[in-house]
């Protein structure tokens, strides 16, 4: 029996433009991997992340099916979710929002969840059904997306106003060009129907980011053009894209909450040959048809949260590895760094030379949470923009920014039995949680299953002996995919292949453990289903994916 059948399309989430676009970008079959983590439902982490929100972005059509993009805000508490595969909106369109037209029961609709302050998304579609005081909408795919390119601000609320002038035109305006081109956030919506019936039709709300001036527009304000980076892959915009060339894009003023809504005809370079920015897969062409600029649209505002900047200076710089460095970073003003759970992540601001404004990154804590010092576990990736100034620009006595420890991948703080699983790279946060379980918690029972290559890109091998022989109660299973000569068996490793969900589910640690996952989405979507068919609930599997970052 083939142990990964190909999905026939009633059971592959991603629809036929989705499935070119990944076809055009050489990305494999990424329905095999990704589909497990695109749901029909909510799980409760996006629920209480939707419901936290003070506003949404919304995709849809409007009365001629053309999609536009908007903002849609409201007071504390008006996001709510009845159960997951509901979610319940107290707060209706303004009149003259692009979208109103088509904003009705049954009409298809692409959600954005964002909070630019910590920089989560959580991303959904469904359809419409009218409410006494606003919408509901009825979840047909829901999925998260990882947090590159999304600039950090704070919001707050300026005194309700009335709505501002509206103006329309068919092309960009001076000043209008002039404010895409500082701009480094926008958002994107397209659609996309075969049948009405699979999950996967309707609209696609999604967010874009990169340094100010990463979207040009021409002269005559007809035309603009921006670049598509690496991302989760699943092409979601460029599918649809592929499909149905109409898009919709708003830019917002985050300072005056005006909205500048844009409706154009894209077309995709799937292999740019004079991108001036190295970073760029593919671009993308607008070609505008229509501009909406509505002022005041919102009482929201936003600023640059810079406040929680801090410097850090480089105290120590160790190569693990011949892909992986680690720093040790140390405040430069002396006082003690701010706390973190173990598994969370830190947020860094580098000054790359060449580079158009800050390089954001967000890297896992791989030390004691004890620690005077922060320790920053880097694998250096192809085309890596941070990483490889972090492994070749940055040296010991250097200083970076850095703003809070964040992050919801964390240890439970209970007395359940846990499984730290991790390949590659993904052992990262594990160690740090290994750390806090065993300073803090001696008695809790445990295991750390750790997957890579061979002893050579086998990193914190004698860190992680030395903590397990501390720990009675905590066990150590590493597995070697391809192990070399020189690497002894029950020495180096416990065991030749890969990771599976059969050897978690042999521990013998029980359905009621906490299963903590890290590592590339294939290795995480095969592991957590399996685990599940095996009889462990999904609020037990902990998971957290990587990629190339850059």
Request: glycine share 10%; aromatic share 8%.
């Amino acid at each position: 029996m083939d142990a990964n059948p190909v999905m026939s399309p009633a059971e592959n989430p991603f629809h036929a433009g989705e499935r070119e676009a990944q076809r055009r970008a050489e990305v494999g079959d990424v329905a095999s991997w990704a589909g497990s983590f695109i749901r029909d439902h909510m799980p409760d982490q996006h629920r209480d992340f939707f419901a936290a929100l003070p506003f949404l972005v919304l995709a849809g059509g409007d009365g001629e099916g053309w999609p536009w993009v908007t903002i849609l805000e409201g007071p504390a508490g008006f996001v709510r979710s009845p159960d997951p595969r509901r979610l319940s909106v107290a707060a209706t369109l303004h009149p003259n929002d692009p979208l109103a037209a088509g904003f009705f029961p049954g009409s298809r609709i692409g959600i954005l969840g964002i909070e630019l302050a910590t920089r989560r998304r959580n991303r959904l579609n469904g359809l419409i059904r009218a409410v006494d005081d606003g919408f509901e909408i009825e979840v047909q795919q829901s999925f998260g997306n990882c947090p590159q390119y999304i600039h950090e601000r704070a919001w707050h609320r300026a005194e309700p106003a009335r709505a501002g002038t509206v103006r329309i035109s068919q092309r960009l305006e001076p000043d209008q060009q002039a404010r895409i081109a500082a701009a480094d956030t926008f958002f994107i919506g397209s659609g996309h129907s075969a049948d009405g019936e699979r999950s996967s039709d309707g609209y696609d709300a999604s967010h874009r980011g990169g340094p100010p001036g990463f979207v040009h527009v021409a002269a005559d304000g007809a035309r603009l053009w921006f670049p598509d980076y690496a991302g989760n892959n699943y092409f979601n915009t460029l599918g649809n894209l592929v499909q149905d060339p109409r898009v919709g894009l708003l830019f917002v003023d985050f300072a005056t909450g005006g909205l500048l809504h844009i409706a154009g005809r894209a077309r995709v370079d799937w292999a740019p040959k004079d991108a001036d920015d190295p970073n760029a897969l593919r671009m993308i062409e607008v070609v505008v048809e229509k501009v909406i600029a509505r002022q005041a649209a919102l009482a929201l505002r936003w600023s640059e949260d810079n406040a929680d900047l801090r410097r850090l200076k480089v105290t120590d710089k160790v190569t693990e590895s011949e892909l992986i460095t680690s720093l040790h970073l140390a405040p430069l003003d002396g006082k003690a760094l701010a706390p973190f759970k173990p598994g969370q992540h830190l947020p860094v601001e580098l000054q790359v030379p060449g580079q158009r404004g800050r390089v954001s990154r967000t890297y896992s804590l791989s030390g004691s949470p004890r620690a005077p010092t922060y320790r920053l576990s880097v694998k250096r990736e192809d085309r890596g923009v941070a990483s490889s100034f972090l492994h070749v620009g940055i040296q010991v006595g250097n200083t970076i920014e850095a703003r809070p420890p964040a992050g919801d991948f964390t240890l439970p703080d209970d007395e359940a039995a846990f499984v730290l699983v991790s390949a590659g790279i993904g052992v990262t946060p594990m160690l740090s949680m290994l750390y806090a379980a065993v300073n803090d918690q001696p008695a809790r029972r445990g295991w750390f299953i750790h997957g890579t290559r061979d002893g050579k890109s086998h990193i914190f091998r004698a860190e992680v002996n030395a903590l397990i022989a501390a720990a009675p109660n905590i066990r150590r299973k590493v597995f070697y995919s391809r192990p070399a000569a020189a690497d002894v068996r029950g020495k180096d490793f416990d065991a030749e292949g890969r990771i599976t969900a059969d050897d978690l589910l042999a521990l013998g640690a029980g359905a009621d453990a906490h299963y903590m996952l890290c590592g590339p989405a294939r290795f995480l979507a095969d592991i957590r289903a399996g685990l599940e068919a095996g009889g462990v609930s999904p609020d037990r599997i902990h998971f957290e994916t990587f990629g190339p970052s850059g």
